[in-house]
């Protein structure tokens, strides 16, 4: 069997297959894994954490220039922070700002008594290093858990502060009631906040973990034996039915933006829809993991003000 190259880009793919563009609901077979309602479930729980503390949580982010995505997303986190009782701090910093004067504030927020939980706002502009940046950021203070001692610390036990979205994909995976451990686990996908985590949280719980790259052979020969799926390749439509054991987890983690019959463009997962025939629990895109990664981040926030 030929290799398969999980990390490509979307390229010459102009339109998904027809049936990828069902939403996953309850009934296609597949148990459908609501990352909407269990993100609003953490949220509550944030929420009477902080009401019972009686102490003031907040949360300090930078942003980098004037992207327009980002911008938004830093509007909506806002306005998810107040409704747990978090205070939102922006600090914005122009779309000229160099490696030293963006590590420069992060350094100065580093020692600020007062910011208890720190996270960088994506694109930083592109002469500077991303993940050189996030690597300054105070680990106690990281809740987006982006700094690479965080990252290691996940071999130890520590889950506090991880990255949000290896957080969520596990939550969701517990939430099925599967018995992780000796399970058999399949992770498409090794980027280093997301993939890596992902499987070594999974290791952690002593399942057996195969963590797939762009140059795993027979991958879905290997998939068909899981029990459990996560597809975080950023490839759409790459894990069909046919790499689905019967009653298996399918996590989809993919979020990609393709273009429709009628030219509009959709999001779209790494997993196909057909797949929800075969599998036992599917998780959508969107409305799975995108909500509880939103919700992992909030109560990292309370972990780190309120340790």
């Not at 993100?39 to 220039?65: C, F, K, M, N, P």
């Not at 990255?163 to 399970?183: D, N, S, Y």
């Not at 290791?203 to 029990?227: C, F, G, Q």
Request: proline residues 6%; aromatic residues 2%; contains cysteine.
């Amino acid at each position: 069997m030929a290799r398969v190259n999980i990390e490509c880009p979307l390229g010459g793919l102009a339109e998904p297959p027809e049936h990828n563009r069902r939403r996953y609901l309850p009934g296609m077979g597949a148990k459908f894994i609501d990352g909407k309602a269990l993100g609003s479930r953490v949220r509550d729980d944030v929420r009477d954490r902080i009401t019972q503390a009686r102490r003031e949580v907040r949360l300090d982010a930078v942003l980098v220039g004037a992207d327009q995505a980002a911008r938004i997303y830093a509007q909506n986190q806002a306005k998810t922070c107040k409704e747990v009782g978090i205070d939102y701090h922006l600090h914005e910093l122009p779309s000229t700002a160099g490696y030293e004067e963006i590590a420069g504030r992060i350094l100065l927020m580093n020692t600020d008594e007062g910011i208890r939980a720190l996270m960088l706002h994506l694109p930083l502009p592109a002469a500077v290093n991303t993940e050189r940046v996030q690597s300054l950021i105070d680990p106690q203070k990281d809740v987006e858990g982006v700094n690479p001692a965080n990252i290691g610390n996940i071999v130890y036990g520590r889950r506090s502060l991880v990255p949000c979205t290896a957080l969520a994909v596990l939550e969701m995976i517990e939430h099925t009631g599967i018995a992780l451990r000796g399970a058999r686990c399949v992770v498409v996908g090794a980027s280093n906040i997301v993939g890596k985590p992902i499987a070594v949280l999974l290791m952690r719980e002593e399942a057996t973990v195969i963590s797939a790259n762009k140059y795993t052979r027979e991958l879905p020969a290997l998939a068909r034996e899981a029990d459990v799926i996560v597809a975080a390749a950023g490839v759409p439509g790459l894990v069909t039915r046919e790499w689905i054991k019967p009653g298996a987890v399918v996590i989809d983690v993919g979020i990609n933006r393709v273009k429709g019959s009628d030219g509009a463009m959709r999001t779209v997962g790494d997993v196909d829809a057909a797949v929800a025939d075969v599998a036992g629990w599917v998780s959508p895109v969107p409305g799975g993991v995108g909500p509880m990664t939103v919700a992992m981040l909030l109560r990292n926030v309370a972990q780190a003000a309120l340790a």
